[in-house]
């Protein structure tokens, strides 16, 4: 089974400073993927940026970037230059690749983020 | 390209009643997942389905069931509603099972 622990219930940042979100994972599985999303208080999840358990270099997506630690059993989120838009939660999640079929998200219980002018 | 729509956005039930939610995914996603999402318990997976099968289920009672359409929409159903039913329900597309999960806007179920 997998397992993904978010420490950080809350955060605050400056506007314009980089900030990262911590989450770790526990799986036993072979191959797996790891996400982040981002929700803001309107409920809707927004897809972040992805990680394979294979993938040689660090994910980037626009001032997204992953910090993979894979011995570290670790997958934390940056975010350069934060925004106020920024202020949300964040999720972590792992999904199981099981070759052609592949298991559902295992979501942490979140990180909020705070962003001040 | 148009979003994930969930229909209704907003919902309030009465303990013993019964709720249809429905999920258009993106134009062209094949597989539909379902979450739960409550203060307490998170996110938690509900069920999958792909090419109108169900894939994978999560651990729920019977009283939640699924399906999907030919043209890939899929419904969730809810019987018997308990309080504890109460949570944003979000459904996600993908192209396949293998791709990333995009996200609606998430259906409000109240139970009174």
């Known amino acids: 089974a997998q397992k993904i622990t978010q420490t950080q219930p809350g955060m605050f940042v400056q506007e314009k400073e980089a900030v990262t979100l911590d989450c770790t994972y526990d799986?036993?599985?072979?191959?797996?993927?790891l996400f982040w999303y981002k929700q803001p208080s309107s409920g809707e999840m927004i897809f972040l940026i992805y990680?394979?358990?294979?993938?040689?270099q660090n994910a980037t997506e626009g001032r997204y970037s992953l910090n993979f630690q894979k011995a570290r059993k670790s997958a934390n989120l940056v975010i350069s230059a934060s925004q106020l838009g920024d202020s949300a939660m964040y999720f972590c999640?792992?999904?199981?690749?099981?070759?052609?079929?592949?298991?559902?998200?295992?979501f942490g219980k979140g990180t909020k983020l705070s962003v001040k002018p | 390209k148009a979003g994930v729509t969930q229909t209704p956005r907003y919902l309030i039930k009465t303990r013993g009643q019964q709720v249809t939610l429905s999920c258009s995914p993106i134009?062209?996603?094949?597989?539909v997942s379902w979450y739960q999402q409550t203060p307490g318990q998170g996110l938690q997976f509900l069920f999958e389905?792909?090419?109108?099968?169900?894939?994978n289920k999560g651990n729920f009672p019977g009283r939640f069931s699924g399906r999907q359409f030919s043209n890939s929409r899929s419904e969730m159903n809810v019987s018997t509603l308990e309080l504890g039913d109460s949570a944003l329900y979000l459904c996600?597309?993908?192209?396949?099972?293998?791709?990333?999960?995009?996200f609606g806007p998430g259906t409000r179920l109240l139970v009174l």
């Open positions: 996600a597309s993908s192209l396949g099972p293998a791709e990333t999960q995009y």
């Open positions: 990680q394979g358990s294979y993938d040689q």
């Open positions: 799986t036993s599985d072979p191959s797996y993927g």
């Open positions: 389905y792909f090419s109108e099968t169900q894939r």
């Open positions: 999640a792992s999904r199981a690749d099981y070759g052609g079929s592949q298991g559902n998200l295992i």
């Open positions: 134009s062209g996603h094949r597989s």
